[in-house]
């Protein structure tokens, strides 16, 4: 008896001992894994440092600096119903992204519309995206070291850059964040044993990281073929649920093997598409270019991906590319056979014995899975940096790759010194970019010179001058960007109008909008504009028309009724001149100048009593800025009075 419970005790020991050795390595692993989390924040936000303080560029202003949606934190879970609400106007609001759109709102909450927070945002998504690539090839498993590598490399790469510092580029690095998280999730899935209470965790959290991306942008669709493809790729490990010793390819041909995936497909991508089609009224958007044009042309863009990762010099916000709509010339016959080898190269190193020849040739895979809906779907722009950002993780795996053959061969110095010096070189020309980001200006600027057959940088251009006041540089600006683009940039033409309002060249704006409205018909603020000018030209049949337009596209727009009012005055219909300002003064925050305008005219059509109602509105309520208004409504009740 005592023999058995000494037995017992020794057993216990033991399994204490094993315990303690257990959790010592654990809190050595979290410690580790906290120094390594510090070192990515600490170096990230070091290389971005200097663009916390740059301002909102480009599609910025219509996703948040005048989106007035984002303004209020009530308005989060109508983003997610409505997606029309993710821009300023509905009209240009052609994605789901609510997620993004709620982290607006967030930003806007705590600072407002200052670019501060916005920043960091962006920053703190890439920062969590780097030290993913770290945990997800340490999960895998490789050397810590080629971890460390590849994630450093991941977090400094110049390519990256436009997706910190680009506001609207957050759908890109949210998307880039939860897709990883996903994929993280999934690896430490499949490396549970049978039985392991964190299988199922591992699992729910893979699919909630799917659902986070999928309504931060519509790329991360492609994370489950990642899932099939890592399952083909690593199969020798242990045996989860659903997995079998046999061939790897042929079990993931059963049907049993594919019943992890359902869930991603049943209750994301059927509610997605679903959501597309009561929204937009289909799943896909019209398309300009037919897929076979699409294809060609995505073959050398797939190839300038690469350039920019090995040669991160040249990089801007719009690059120049020629369209390809057959597949016999040079460039895309070239790239085709590129591509094939690169595809024979990855598919030689999976034969490989080699694990770490497996990892880098799963990677370059993943460069044509995460870039397959950009390669496939004809978007406007063909070619945009952050829209590369997940691709970026196949140069990064293949670089830290080759810094940790330096270790293990031996030579852990030579792979140190390699690593901090691509790093300080990352660097430098990341907080360079982050300088040209400085201001519109300098960012256009740079981008022509790098991109000078790219129209929408000259229009670009031209908008950075004409804000500035520099109107005769916006005119040259938009007579190049016509001639690279033609004459259908309807941007241009809407830009050069108001430059011409500014200028009181009313004829010269008129005829400027008309070309502009061919394709912003459902931009209330051009019908207004246009009816304005036709109005200074006394063409006020036409100057009705428009105004009625912009009221029926945007009926919360105070001043389209005000000016709507006038128009009617000098029609000579006061009646619905009145119901027009009475419309103005419904909407205005407060307009006492509309009260003045209204009595005014109701002095005319005899209402003197109505009349004095408003003037006593602008007696009662006008400020100490606004004693012009009470002294001339003060005025118009003294007037009154004695007449009466």
Excluded at 397 to 406: D, Q, R, Y
Excluded at 445 to 456: E, F, G, Y
Excluded at 577 to 597: N, R
Aim: charged share 15%; glycine share 6%; aromatic share 16%.
């Amino acid at each position: 008896m005592s023999g058995n419970n000494s037995g017992v005790r020794v057993n216990r020991r033991r399994d204490y001992r094993n315990m303690k050795t257990e959790c010592g390595w654990i809190k050595k692993w979290r410690d580790s894994a906290l120094m390594i989390m510090c070192l990515f924040i600490l170096l990230g936000t070091g290389i971005y440092w200097n663009s916390f303080g740059n301002p909102f560029h480009y599609d910025d202003q219509t996703y948040v600096e005048v989106n007035e949606n984002i303004r209020t934190l009530k308005n989060i879970p109508e983003f997610f119903v409505n997606p029309r609400m993710l821009a300023a106007n509905p009209y240009e609001a052609g994605h789901y992204r609510p997620l993004v759109v709620s982290s607006y709102a967030v930003n806007y909450a705590i600072g407002g519309l200052s670019p501060f927070g916005y920043h960091i945002g962006n920053l703190a998504f890439h920062v969590g995206s780097a030290f993913l690539v770290f945990l997800i090839l340490k999960g895998l498993p490789l050397p810590i070291f080629t971890a460390l590598a590849a994630g450093l490399i991941f977090l400094v790469h110049p390519f990256n850059s436009e997706a910190v510092n680009y506001i609207t580029a957050r759908s890109s690095v949210m998307s880039g964040f939860f897709y990883l998280l996903g994929f993280y999730c999934w690896v430490r899935f499949r490396e549970q044993t049978a039985g392991s209470r964190f299988t199922a965790v591992f699992y729910t959290f893979s699919i909630l990281a799917f659902i986070l991306g999928m309504l931060s942008k519509e790329v991360v669709i492609t994370l489950p073929i990642v899932f099939w493809l890592y399952d083909l790729y690593f199969h020798n490990i242990p045996h989860s649920a659903l997995r079998t010793p046999h061939s790897a390819l042929r079990t993931l041909l059963n049907w049993r093997t594919c019943i992890p995936y359902l869930p991603f497909f049943f209750i994301v991508v059927i509610p997605y598409i679903i959501i597309r089609v009561f929204s937009y009224g289909g799943v896909l958007p019209h398309f300009k270019r037919d897929i076979w044009t699409q294809i060609f042309t995505g073959l050398p863009v797939l190839i300038l991906h690469w350039k920019m990762f090995l040669i991160p010099v040249l990089l801007t916000p719009v690059h120049h590319v020629k369209i390809y709509s057959t597949f016999w010339s040079f460039p895309v016959i070239s790239s085709a056979l590129i591509l094939t080898g690169y595809a024979v190269i990855a598919i030689l190193l999976f034969r490989s014995s080699s694990y770490l020849c497996k990892v880098v040739s799963f990677f370059m895979f993943w460069f044509f899975i995460v870039l397959l809906p950009t390669t496939l779907f004809p978007l406007n722009a063909i070619f945009q940096e952050n829209r590369g950002y997940l691709a970026v993780v196949s140069f990064v795996v293949l670089a830290g790759a080759a810094i940790g053959e330096l270790d293990k061969r031996r030579l852990r110095k030579v792979g140190v010194v390699l690593l901090v010096f691509i790093i300080v070189i990352y660097s430098a020309l990341v907080f360079q970019r982050n300088r040209v980001w400085k201001d519109e200006l300098t960012l256009w600027t740079d981008t022509v010179q790098k991109a000078p057959q790219s129209p929408l940088g000259y229009t670009a251009l031209g908008v950075a001058y004409q804000r500035l006041g520099m109107y005769n540089d916006a005119f040259d600006a938009y007579q190049k960007a016509l001639i690279l683009g033609g004459d259908k940039n309807f941007i241009v033409h809407d830009n050069v109008a108001r430059i011409y309002m500014t200028q009181q060249k009313w004829e010269m704006a008129a005829q400027a909008f008309e070309k502009a409205i061919l394709a912003f018909s459902y931009k209330a603020e051009t019908h207004h504009d246009l009816a304005v000018a036709y109005f200074r030209i006394g063409r006020l049949d036409l100057s009705e028309k428009h105004f009625k337009e912009a009221v029926r596209l945007n009926p919360g727009h105070y001043k389209t009724y005000y000016n709507l009012g006038v128009l009617y005055t000098k029609k000579g219909m006061l009646e619905e001149a009145v119901h027009a300002y009475q419309k103005a003064i419904a909407l205005s925050a407060g307009d006492l100048k509309l009260h003045i305008t209204l009595g005014t005219l109701l002095e005319d059509l005899g209402k003197q009593g109505e009349a004095v109602e408003h003037y006593r509105i602008v007696a009662e309520q006008a400020g100490r800025d606004e004693e012009g208004l009470s002294v001339e409504a003060g005025r118009n009740l003294e007037r009154l009075k004695n007449i009466r």
